[in-house]
């Protein structure tokens, strides 16, 4: 009776565990990240202070704006998703 009872408790906090770990996984993922990406290959090369609003491919409802900050267009952006392949311009702000 003993065993079984250590099996259950032992299965209970095994998948409380899993669900701390999804929640987090989730909460992350809706939080605004700030990150690097790269420079967007696109007819016009942005310069220094140009701003460009993109929208995230992982969710189309979803956009975000970041400023160049050197000329070699690295940028600094604040997006939702969490890969920068999942990046695209729409267009470019000026």
Request: neutral net charge; proline residues 3%.
């Amino acid at each position: 009776m003993k065993i079984q009872q250590t099996i259950i408790l032992i299965s209970i906090l095994s998948l409380l565990s899993l669900a701390a770990v999804i929640t987090l996984t989730k909460t992350s993922q809706d939080v605004l990240q700030t990150e690097e990406v790269p420079c967007f290959n696109l007819n016009y090369r942005p310069g220094r202070g140009d701003v460009v609003q993109a929208q995230n491919t992982c969710s189309k409802s979803k956009y975000f704006t970041f400023i160049i900050y050197n000329d070699e267009c690295s940028t600094l952006s604040k997006t939702s998703c969490l890969r920068q392949d999942e990046q695209q311009p729409i267009y470019w702000l000026f």
